[in-house]
């Protein structure tokens, strides 16, 4: 028969069964979870003693491993006390790389901690995890530095381990961030409709959007420093989170009417979506469109946005090259646009 579906209360004739072997079961248990160390690290600061199969070299060749869980291939090991691991002698001239895996042994029945041996080399590559279903699987717990002529061990941490699980919210996502493990992701599904989807991870520095899933969000930016503003209508910018602490926006500034506008002292700003970072200056690209001419400015021109060094703003300010310097922008001339977009590293912290 060509289909085979499992495990269900008996046989049937349209290939469903009761029975799973232990390759059945690792085809289907590994689905359940990628391999790693049952131990989550929701705690801000970790011991490395104290984290599970902890180890230390002792008589030289011999790594001792305390106890520990973990989920490997499908299967579930348990190691309930320290376990002794010895590392084969390198007398050679060139160095090796060992590894220490969890190994899922499909055919023995078993899961066992073992040394896995590389070959000495000028440039030693430490032993690939084998992942074989039906066989041998193999999760990585410690890679080992063998030198030559018998030289010191050195052994390096290789295991992942678990970390929460995503949740998700349909509203007050922030202040249910407040009750999830350290290291959670959170999402924001927003079903009653008043905004876009969001990931956001709640870790050891604080909550914080990572980026949003869905549409770009709407923003009116505002002008300062110029005798008037467009309407509401003309001034557009769309932006989103994008990674933590850092948004990209796309701002348009339009001029429909036939007066210029005039930038009054000794700057023109405009707002933006959201704080930024003073602890360096950050600039952005736009440009100046100016189809007619109009203020006696050129068709098209390069304008640039600053945010100074220092504390956090909340506005950009706008100049544009003038020979060899940057010099404030003078204003929009009548039917002209301003466009301006850029990469923001952004204030959540404070910093």
């Known amino acids: 028969m060509a289909e085979i579906s499992y495990p269900f209360s008996q046989a049937n004739a349209s290939g469903g069964t009761e029975m799973v072997s232990q390759v059945q079961w690792q085809q289907m248990a590994h689905l359940w979870g990628g391999d790693r160390v049952d131990y989550q690290l929701t705690n801000s600061t970790l011991d490395p003693g104290a984290l599970p199969f902890a180890w230390r070299v002792i008589n030289g060749r011999t790594i001792s491993i305390e106890a520990g869980n973990a989920w490997v291939g499908g299967f579930y090991y348990q190691n309930t006390a320290p376990l002794n691991v010895d590392i084969d002698p390198n007398p050679t001239d060139r160095a090796r ?4 895996v969890i190994r899922a042994d499909v055919v023995k029945g078993s899961v066992n901690i073992v040394a896995v041996k590389g070959q000495p080399s000028i440039s030693p590559i430490a032993p690939r995890p084998q992942r074989s279903p039906g066989g041998v699987w193999e999760m990585v717990l410690l890679e080992v530095d063998v030198p030559a002529a018998n ?20 509203w007050n996502t922030r202040s249910t961030a407040d009750f999830v493990p350290q290291g959670t992701f959170i999402y924001d599904l927003d079903q009653d409709g008043g905004d876009s989807p969001y990931e956001a991870f709640a870790g050891r520095d604080g909550y914080m959007v990572t980026r949003h899933l869905g549409k770009a969000r709407p923003y009116t930016p505002s002008l300062w ?45 405009a ?7 003073g602890r360096t200056a950050q600039i952005f ?15 098209l021109s390069s304008v640039k946005g600053i945010t100074w060094e220092g504390n ?27 466009h301006l977009s850029g990469t923001v590293e952004s204030d959540v912290f404070t910093q």
């Open 285 to 299: 690209e736009g440009y100046l469109d100016n189809p007619g001419g109009n203020g006696g400015k050129p068709w």
């Open 312 to 338: 956090g703003t909340s506005t950009v300010n706008l100049v544009t090259p003038a020979g060899d310097s940057l010099v404030v922008l003078q204003g929009i001339p009548a039917h002209s646009t301003l």
């Open 97 to 100: 790389k060992d590894t220490v």
């Open 151 to 170: 030289g010191a061990l050195s052994v390096y941490s290789r295991a992942s381990f678990d970390m929460p699980r995503p949740v998700a919210t349909p």
């Open 225 to 269: 420093g110029v005798n008037t503003q467009p309407a509401e209508v003309d001034r557009v910018c769309w932006w989103r989170w994008i990674a933590p602490n850092v948004y990209r926006f796309n701002m348009r500034l339009r001029n429909p009417t036939s007066a210029d506008i005039v930038t009054t002292g000794w700057y023109m700003q």
């Open 271 to 277: 707002s933006l979506p959201n704080p930024a970072n």
